[in-house]
């Protein structure tokens, strides 16, 4: 371009010079105003004016092109950072080739501009397919640095803060996780997470290079459940066959001639009917709970006076109480009236109270309170026996399973007790738990909805 | 070529980086397993926690190997140098509390073959604070966070002082009912254990304290007159 431009302005003032003959010589600055100028006929002034004519448009036509490409490369670095910017068509009008790369610069920046916004879209389906999933996504790169990490991962993980680009070192520690990235072979590992979650992690693929994927799925409830379904399998057997083997042993023995022996015969025949007994409890319990399970227990809700029902459960536990020289001290006001079954209640503060008499200590306390919380009547069944352990507590309402297996069963309970509490107070919109005494013992705890107006006002049943 | 060697080098060092910190976890997931061993009266746990000592041995020694390795082949300056030859110490005190911990198991397992104490005497606040301390000296580690570990070292002597009034209660049932002394022994033996897992975690804190701002502030008494006390 620029040659061009110079070899015109040359062939310019070559024409001048040859066809007027007497030649004007002008010195020029760079926009071409005249400084001075004169005249002459000799034919080698001629020349040497045609020269510095030529040189001066020459010169003036470079820095007019490089003025251009200098706008050009401005407003390039403008599109360079914001591919969403374009050139202005105003830019070097008179140079046709300056506009034609600007135009071309505009093309790339749009091609880049419709990359730049299909990546942001990949990236932006990407974590929303990501983080809809249940299971935890962590892609790394070659330096083991967080590429992606989803939802589910930070869950897991206890990830609160956003560790795109950081050293996945820095939020887990767990050895499992990382020699699986070092693995060569996909693999899989089942690890206790920090967070308390028991998660399987699949190393699933490598891509670009070193990076990696790890799958990581979250097993807590599927693997309490197994336990708790071994537990009932192993529990449920162990509880029917007990008495079965004291019923079939007593039977041969009697058949085997025990019979006639009136030193022997009415013992064998008390422990048939106390096992016997014991299999139609846990059958009856059973089946109640099924038909809890199954929603065909017909619960008839009313409104029940708490204090009565205090004192119905408790003439049913008096005796035993008093054997064991515990005493029970409770602690509820006329006014407290709660919607419930009365028959289901009855059986659920029976329940609860017999198992605080039961493991509380040998002349030991019982303190039964109710009170009001927000629409809800809130019951305390408090004991200083030994408590119940960490480890047992948020498992006592699973069916047949004991805390200390020796001393329940030498108790007479049949194991599902507190399932059947769980189950019934559920029933009825309540909510029972248990949670450690201070210093000692535990403290079982219901909540029933309350039912409104003064107790006075309830229907006599 | 030359960046080619750079990017083995900081592969090496990324390598060391995470084999410290998932070691330190390694040793952290064995005292919280012990803890539950003694807590549960669960045989089996105890002796896999004794079987997996050998794990965090033999991390010691590949630490040891690569870090050595390291220090042969790259001859590393300024804070690499510091993070590796603060790797050599750092092992060793995740290595002893690897085996405090296994010895917090046997100490479980002899406690098994006795019947349980009728009052229980809570250890497992101590074991906490030890465990809690020693995520926090992890965190520091990976995060190179000297504030971090500077809070740990502070955070030992609350460790310190429960150990001592554990052991004070120990020693007070002991005189109440010395039939007991066969089985509160081992339990005063599990409280010294966690302590000393304590000062190897204050150890660590140092060691990250070093690493971060090229500080030895090893045996220093603190200018601190609330911390002496």
Known sequence: MIRRARTRVLVLALALALTAGIVTALLVDDELHVLHSYASAAPYAAAIAAG?????????A?????????????????????????????IAPRDDEVRQLAEWVNFLAEDANRSHQALARERVLLSAVADGINQGVIAVDSDHKIELLNDAARGMLGVSSSPLGEPLIEFVRVPQLFELLEADEAATTEVQLASGVRAVIRSAQKWGGEGRVLLLEDVTTMRRLETVRRDFVANVSHELRTPVAVIRANAETLLSGAK????IAPRLIEGLHRNAERLARILADLLDLSRLDAGQYRLDVGRVPLRAAFEQALTAIETQAAARGVIIEVTVTDDLVVKADPKALDQILVNLIDNAVKYTRQDGHVWIE???????????????????????????????????????RDAGGTGLGLSIVKHLVESMNGEVGVR?????????????????????????S | MASHTSKEFSLELRTLRERLATMGDKASQQVARAMKALDDRDDDLARQVIKLDAEIDRDEND????????LATRQPVASDLRFITMSLKFVVDVERIGDLAAGIAKRALELNRLPPLDVRI??????????????????AFVQRDADKANEVITADAAIDKLNASLF?????YVATDAATVTRVLPLTSVCRCLERIGDHVKNLAEEVVYMVRATDIKHKKSRNPSADS
Request: net charge neutral; aromatic share 4%; charged share 30%.
């Open chain 1, 260 to 263: 006639d022996d009136p030193a």
């Open chain 1, 52 to 60: 510095v004519i030529a040189l001066a448009a020459g010169g003036l």
């Open chain 1, 370 to 408: 109710a009170k009001p919380a927000g629409a809800k009547v809130r019951v305390e069944i408090r004991d200083d026996g030994p408590g119940i352990a960490d480890r047992h507590r948020e498992r006592v309402f699973e069916r047949f399973y004991r805390a200390d297996p020796s001393r329940s």
């Open chain 1, 436 to 460: 450690p005494n201070r210093p000692r013992g535990s403290i079982f705890w219901l909540q029933l909805p309350a039912a409104p107006g003064p107790a006075a006002e309830s229907e006599p």
């Open chain 2, 63 to 70: 630490v040891d190997e690569l870090a050595l390795q390291i």
């Open chain 2, 168 to 172: 004070a209660e120990l020693l007070a």
């Open chain 2, 122 to 139: 809570d250890l497992n606040q101590l074991a906490q604070l030890a465990q809690k301390n020693l995520q926090a000296v992890l965190d």
């Open chain 1, 62 to 90: 470079i820095s007019s092109v490089r003025r251009s490409l200098r706008e050009l490369e401005q407003v390039t670095r403008d599109v360079a950072r914001d591919t969403t910017r374009r050139i202005p068509p105003l």
